[in-house]
């Protein structure tokens, strides 16, 4: 059954957590227009003194080390796309699965019976991160660094023990 945020709800069993979790990109696009500008400059540069002394052939594949460094940023932002939603309620906790090419997957748990499974490294912090329920293991925030890992798991560690307790007061 796939993830429909109309449809009716009774009260009790609206979701009172909603986290929409995405992978961080430091570079936003006034800095790939940066970076890809001083790319060129160099390249361009390092080009025509290699045509200058007589190397012509040299210019061409500046040119590919500009097309090869364009490529490997369309993948990342391409990579950037993927996200999870998770919603919580007193009735079940809801992932929603987008992958970066916009097919989504679906996960449904029931609060009473899931685990919050949090993995742990003295050196990073919380490396894992996954929702166990009836031999069943789901993983989410793969794609988090350990701090924001470590923040979700306990907001979302409140959120499932309240979704226990029978939902906000």
Do not use: Q
């Amino acid at each position: 059954m796939p993830f429909d945020d109309r449809a009716e709800v009774a009260p009790e069993d609206a979701p009172f957590f909603n986290a929409v979790l995405t992978p961080h990109r430091s570079l936003g696009p006034r800095g790939f227009l940066v970076v890809m500008g001083a790319i060129c400059a160099v390249s361009f540069t390092v080009g025509i003194l290699f045509w200058a002394i007589g190397a012509w052939p040299i210019f061409g594949f500046c040119g590919l080390d500009v097309l090869l460094v364009w490529l490997a940023f369309r993948a990342n932002y391409r990579a950037a796309r993927a996200r999870e939603e998770i919603a919580v309620s007193t009735a079940e906790i809801r992932i929603r699965r987008v992958s970066p090419k916009g097919r989504a997957e679906e996960v449904r748990l029931n609060p009473v019976w899931a685990r919050l499974v949090v993995e742990r490294t003295e050196d990073e912090g919380v490396t894992r991160l996954a929702l166990a329920s009836h031999g069943r293991a789901v993983e989410i925030g793969h794609f988090l660094a350990p701090v924001e890992r470590e923040s979700f798991a306990a907001a979302f560690g409140d959120a499932l023990a309240t979704a226990r307790a029978g939902g906000p007061a």
